[in-house]
């Protein structure tokens, strides 16, 4: 279940900030609002953000745009906002006043493609959230109920070019998650078959053409090129573009470096990684551990520094979101030095440890292929 679930929240928690094809995208600038507001965020420039945000809400009042712009602040102000009961019950309610104004809006259970996409929205996230806090049956409520307004989105690709992004992660994940989990493939009979090929060809022209779906776009196939191609140059491209255009985004820096580091770019990737290491709050600190681990093992080609780091990278709390596959590579790592220093045991106890956690598919290879 825990599985299934999250293959239905994957699509949704990425769509909260793209308007529907309606009336906000008919007016420029409104338009154009949207997508200040959208680039503040990102760039973790809050206050700016509610300039434009303002503005929306004064033009189109109790809009559903509104409440998910607010929604989204209320993401990236206080990530993983899961660990905050506080901000996590306003997320919720948030999200519930954008359902409530769907409905007075558009009618309950319209098919207008505006009180679609909205709908997806806000159920999407609602289920990721309640995911997250473990209550998995109203998760699989609102997943299922976001999936059918996703299903609903699909017919839009030819409509707008922000639909680009939305069919091509639909296109790419279904083929690959049943491939990851196949206990989940006879759940998946009725859902709509992909294209992983196509999927990744949309979702690259969505970094091209979208403009409010841009860096989602960027992110997301930069995460499917680390994860599941095992292709990280082609992520470098991505995430450096969006580390420029979101300089103060720390996310988008952590990422990049990960990129970096993955495709052998050291010496960028170490300019970087200074930047990263005065982010001393959250889950950045195991990230730039690990970092500095593969940069003493890789690069600097000393164990005994690396291996500290790496011992440092494991006794530092992660998030199952966002930095966990940072202590599978910390144990790949320490592991490659166990057998280097012909400690044969430890390393394959190590790559069990790697095991117990990995999620990219090259570090899954690597630890299984040890013998």
Partial sequence: ?????????????IFCSIPAPAQLLN?????????????KIYNYEFDEAQVFMDQVDKKYPNHPVSYILDSFVLFWKHLPIKDNPAKSKEYIHKLDQCLDA??????????????????????????????YKGEMMNAAGEGKKAYNAFVEGLKLINKNPEFYFTSGMYNYYVEVYPEEHPIVKPLLVFFKSGDKALGLKQIDNATKVGTITRAEANFYISHIYLKYESRPEKAVFYMDKLAGLYPRN??????NIESLLLSGKYDQAGK???????????????????????MDEKHEKNDASAQREYLLALKTPHDDQ???????????????????????GKAKDYYKKCLGKAEYRSVIKEAKAYK
Wanted: charged fraction near 20%; proline fraction near 4%; hydrophobic fraction near 45%.
């Fill in 1 to 13: 279940m825990q599985n299934t679930l999250r293959f239905l929240f994957f699509f949704t928690l």
């Fill in 27 to 39: 007016d420029p600038a409104s338009l154009k609002n949207v997508q200040n507001s959208l680039d």
């Fill in 102 to 131: 769907i409905n007075k809006k558009f009618g309950k259970n319209s098919l207008d493609p505006e009180a679609v996409f909205y709908t997806m929205v806000a159920r999407g996230y609602m289920a990721m959230m309640y995911n």
């Fill in 250 to 255: 720390p996310v988008f820096l952590m990422k």
């Fill in 272 to 294: 970087e990684l200074t930047s990263l290491k005065k982010v001393n709050h959250g889950f950045y600190p195991v990230a730039w551990r690990t970092f500095q681990g593969l």
């Fill in 322 to 344: 966002y930095t966990k596959e940072y202590h599978a590579m910390a144990y790949a790592g320490l592991a490659r030095i166990s057998a280097r220093a012909g400690n044969k």
